[in-house]
């Protein structure tokens, strides 16, 4: 089973998007290889729903915090060992250096460059993986949750049939053609699909030690993941990891208390602060670092936002009809008794006060009986918030404040329980002049 994120969640919160401006991807792409890149967007798509795997992924990444060791390989390296691997050679050594003489041969008659480059590929190859086997063996202690991937490629580097890396026959600028043939059959046949495998966990430990910089640098911690049935979610100091100095909130949800209802002005920090939530969410069912002190949460199947609904005019839907549609698709996998987190920002604005307050009212009361599902949903529309607290008994009510200097308001982002009856729209238009410029 894979955790669930459509487009539009993704989309919400910014998640992919290598060439997307301020991605949470773009935050902790500081790979040094375009393996190791590859694997990291793998990583992105594929959320885990396995708390033990979760906790794994996380162990692998304090590891490698704690040891602050930095890769010290290049793209350019392991691209060039990755191209060579990727070449053809012969079945047995006999057809190798048949091949290959044709191939010299060509090179001193007619300047054919095939023959320098294979040892041009040869020879970085070869010096990579001197390289390769130097670090791993900086990883003596066998105590940490990637050591039988390290194992595995020390036991290749050090194998009997790569003996001679070490031994200075491979140091020489120009290698003879026997020697040529017998290490080129070697690597590219022999041992390919080994080497492959070493290729594979270097693009790990690119990506594991990485991300363990980028924790250390930002002060990141690592969640711990709880089996889903125990329905529980609490982080301390919890902000949006893009943004620098954001303020940091405590949430808390339990089985009995499963939704937040969120209130505030315009501009109050609302929307950051439900996509801090749901961004921390996803990281941390990938197992990677979170912007919190601490964070601890049960296994969820997925994640669905409505934040930033477009209307789609080729289809000929509204703004506000577009905004049913995504209510109606969570309604229908909410009913399915999966165990999700919800988030949506702001119900029903495209419509009139009236329908909106009905709806806000109908759909929350409907959605707060799914006590297995995770909730916050803000609105405008205080005066659902005062009915709801005396029908439901699972609401969190809580609101982001406004701090009127004069007639110019200012914002804490700090929540505080209870519903805000922040009405400061009139002053902000009248502070803008707008009614001045019309007179």
């Known amino acids: 089973m894979s955790f669930i994120a459509d487009k539009q969640t993704l989309e919400d919160l910014n998640m992919l998007g290598k060439y997307k401006q301020h991605s949470i991807f773009n935050l902790f792409n500081k790979v040094k290889t375009a393996g190791g890149e590859k694997l990291l967007g793998t990583m992105f798509q594929a959320p885990l729903v396995d708390h033990e795997a979760i906790n794994r992924r996380s162990a692998i990444f304090q590891y490698f915090q ?18 060579y691997l990727n070449g053809d050679s012969g079945n047995n050594y006999a057809s190798a250096f048949i091949s290959l003489t044709k191939k010299k041969l060509l090179a001193i008659l007619v300047r054919d460059e095939e023959y320098q480059n294979i040892q041009n590929g040869l020879q970085k190859t070869i010096t990579v993986l001197d390289d390769c086997r130097i670090f791993i063996n900086k990883f003596e202690d066998d105590d940490h949750p990637f050591y039988d991937e390290l194992l595995t490629v020390k036991n290749i580097l050090n194998d009997p049939k790569l003996q001679w890396l070490t031994t200075g026959q491979s140091s020489t600028s120009q290698l003879s053609l026997q020697k040529t043939a017998k290490y080129d059959h070697l690597l ?15 693009y790990q430990l690119d990506v594991y030690i990485a991300i363990a910089g980028l924790a250390q640098e930002k002060n990141f911690s690592y969640a711990r993941a709880l089996p889903a049935r125990t329905n529980l979610f609490k982080a301390l100091e919890l902000s949006h990891p893009g943004i620098e100095k954001a303020v940091a909130n405590p949430v808390s949800f339990r089985q009995e208390s499963n939704m937040i209802f969120l209130t505030g002005a315009n501009m109050a920090g609302k929307s950051t602060f439900m996509k801090a939530f749901g961004i921390n969410v996803y990281l941390a069912h990938m ?25 789609n005019l080729n289809m000929g839907y509204s703004h506000f009809y577009a905004e049913v549609l995504r209510v109606k698709k969570v309604a229908e996998e909410v ?75 200012a914002y804490t982002y700090k929540l505080q329980p209870g519903i805000s009856s922040d009405r400061h729209g009139m002053m902000i238009i009248e502070n803008e002049g707008i009614l001045e410029l019309l007179k």
């Open 188 to 202: 590219r046949h022999t041992m390919r699909a080994a080497l492959t495998a070493v290729m594979a966990i270097f």
């Open 287 to 311: 197992g990677f670092p979170v912007a919190a002190k601490e964070m601890q949460f049960s296994v969820r199947e997925g994640i669905y936002s409505s934040i930033n609904v477009p209307d």
């Open 335 to 409: 009913s399915e008794e999966k165990n999700l987190v919800i988030i949506f920002d702001e119900l029903f604005k495209g419509t009139n006060v009236k329908d909106a307050y009905d709806a806000t009212l109908a759909v929350t009361a409907a959605f707060s009986e799914y006590r297995n599902c995770l909730f916050i949903i803000s609105t405008h529309i205080i005066e659902a918030g005062e009915v709801l607290k005396k029908e439901q008994d699972n609401i969190q009510l809580l609101y982001l404040p406004t701090i009127m200097n004069g007639t110019v308001p």
């Open 66 to 83: 704690s040891k602050q060791i930095i890769f010290p390989f290049s793209n350019e390296r392991f691209s060039a060992m990755e191209n």
